[in-house]
């Protein structure tokens, strides 16, 4: 059974979890064996050493496990992730830490030796530190907060990428039709929806902007060539997939268009009160004006023939989609035409 990317990396991430408990869960044994003995002694500490990497491994393991199947099922209130949460986590964390204890060292030495307090805090806190860096990263995104914290974006950089505007068609009439209230959550399962396949096809949900998604990808895209092109049709087929879904919540399917076009842009820190990485450049605006060009050519995916000469040779495209040209095409706002052509479904 193949993996996707998209599960790939939920289990890398977890894995650089586990790996990280374990060598904190031995240091902090560690340190705790030789500030209270004054001297560390191999044979006589190794089994503390053993204690810390053991419980890291379950506490970390537990941790990710209890998420998975109950904490992130949902989405959660505040006041959930504040007392519930912590409480859940702490109880793991000692039952846990209990159960290895005893296993390696006995019962009778488990109340004398434990240090069951200063051990369950240390894990909680790294639990929540752990909780945080991951809530705050599925807020800004993966390579937002990591371009903030080490500053990879403080000066501007010229990148080439991929971008695509993948707009909701019709979102004024369909947003009368549902009322603000569940239009937004209509807006807010499509934009779930199409998380996954935007993944697996190399991509990066670069920002939301208002009905509107705007999805980059890197010159190089890690050996899936045709993800840009690829992506659409795969988010047509989840959405079809929940079809049953969308027609028994809200009355109708998510039916949307995108653009696509190629080239330079600037990556760079936007911002003093609220922070962001912006992209910007004559790319973004172009990609933008191309998605507007569907609609009045009744047409469901556009792309640059710039972009599709980047990709490859039409002749080695996959043949499950059709290309067909529209010739060059007067953009608003650019002083020379350009060459756009529909991407079809064979």
């Not at 408990?21 to 001297?39: K, R, Y």
């Not at 990497?53 to 959660?76: C, M, P, Y």
């Not at 369909?174 to 009322?179: D, H, I, Q, W």
Request: hydrophobic share 45%; proline share 3%.
């Amino acid at each position: 059974m193949k993996i996707s990317p998209f599960t790939l990396k939920k289990f890398r991430d977890g894995i650089y979890v586990v790996i990280l408990s374990i060598f904190l869960g031995g240091l902090f044994a560690f340190i705790m064996s030789v500030a209270v003995a004054g001297s560390f002694n191999l044979q006589k500490d190794f089994r503390y050493i053993l204690l810390g990497t053991l419980t890291g491994f379950g506490v970390s393991s537990g941790i990710l496990l209890l998420n998975e199947i109950f904490l992130k099922r949902k989405a959660r209130p505040l006041w959930f992730s504040l007392l519930v949460t912590p409480f859940l986590q702490t109880a793991l964390i000692s039952f846990v830490y209990a159960f290895v204890f005893i296993s390696l060292l006995g019962y009778d030495s488990f109340w004398k030796d434990s240090y069951l307090f200063h051990t369950v805090s240390f894990s909680l806190i790294l639990t929540v530190l752990t909780s945080l860096y991951a809530d705050i990263e599925r807020l800004l995104g993966r390579h937002v907060l990591k371009g903030l914290l080490f500053g990879t974006y403080r000066r501007p950089k010229n990148e080439k990428r991929f971008v695509m505007f993948l707009d909701l068609a019709g979102s004024t009439a369909v947003a009368e039709r549902l009322g603000s209230l569940k239009f937004h959550a209509f807006l807010n399962d499509f934009f779930c929806d199409i998380a996954r396949p935007i993944i697996n096809h190399g991509g990066e949900i670069c920002k939301y902007v208002g009905d509107e998604a705007i999805i980059t990808w890197p010159e190089k895209t890690a050996g899936l060539p045709y993800g840009p092109l690829l992506v659409f049709f795969a988010i047509d087929e989840i959405i079809k997939k929940r079809h049953n879904y969308y027609t028994s919540r809200y009355g109708l399917i998510p039916q949307f268009r995108a653009g696509l076009h190629f080239g330079s842009i600037v990556a760079g820190e936007m911002g003093l009160t609220r922070q962001e990485i912006a992209y910007s450049g004559d790319v973004m605006n172009t990609a933008a004006r191309i998605q507007s060009e569907c609609r009045l050519r009744n047409e469901i995916f556009l792309v640059s023939d710039e972009t599709l000469s980047r990709l490859g040779e039409k002749a080695d495209f996959p043949q499950s989609i059709n290309i067909v040209s529209h010739g060059t095409v007067s953009l608003r706002g650019k002083s020379s035409d350009l060459a756009i052509s529909a991407v079809r479904s064979a």
